[in-house]
């Protein structure tokens, strides 16, 4: 869309993601999801969150075999295949991706964080101050610690909770998007 237009019918200026939402649609990270909306409040697929990865990367895409149940040719499928290429995401383990599969909270600071290794980017380290921090899985505490120490969930985690095992919505993605852009900008 055009630079200063804001074509989401369903997205609030008062929206407390309003500005990250302008943010990757401004910069081509995140398009809406058809008849000026953009469902902020919907929940990200796994295809979709590495879809807008890959597209912060500008990623050479490719397609991939190593997981059974990403459709070669679909809209996602070069991703998945750039990020398993990179080892930004390697799947369930099973053979499989889970593309339709909701990303949660947790699992996207995995991925941000593999993401920030892969490109050579240290993000900060630390401990997080979370509530219910026994929620956080083991194989992504170190992740969320990051990412909370970097200040990249500053808008999604509210009154000390990230409820971490929590479907990450199309607002929070373009939020946490917005602030490693900015990170990313500010380190270069």
Partial sequence: FMIGAFPFVDVDSGSRFYDA??????NGLMNGTGS????????????????VFGRLAHAETIE???????????????YVGWAA?????????DGRYGPDDAVTRQQMCVILYHYAKVNG???????????????????????VNACHAGG????IATSNVLSPTQAMTRG?????????????????
Wanted: proline share 2%; aromatic share 8%.
């Fill in 21 to 26: 939402i302008q943010f990757v649609c401004e």
């Fill in 36 to 51: 000026n909306q953009f469902s902020e409040n919907e929940p990200v697929s796994r295809a979709m969150a590495i879809t």
């Fill in 64 to 78: 991939t075999s190593v997981v059974s149940d990403v459709v070669s040719g679909s809209w996602y499928s070069p």
């Fill in 85 to 93: 290429a990179n080892e930004i995401v390697t799947g369930y383990g």
């Fill in 121 to 143: 980017i240290v993000l900060a380290s630390g401990s997080s101050e979370y509530q219910a921090q026994d929620q956080i899985a083991d194989w992504a505490l170190e992740a």
């Fill in 152 to 155: 990249l969930l500053d808008g």
């Fill in 172 to 188: 929070e993605l373009a939020d946490i998007i917005m602030r490693f852009a900015k990170l990313l900008s500010a380190d270069l």
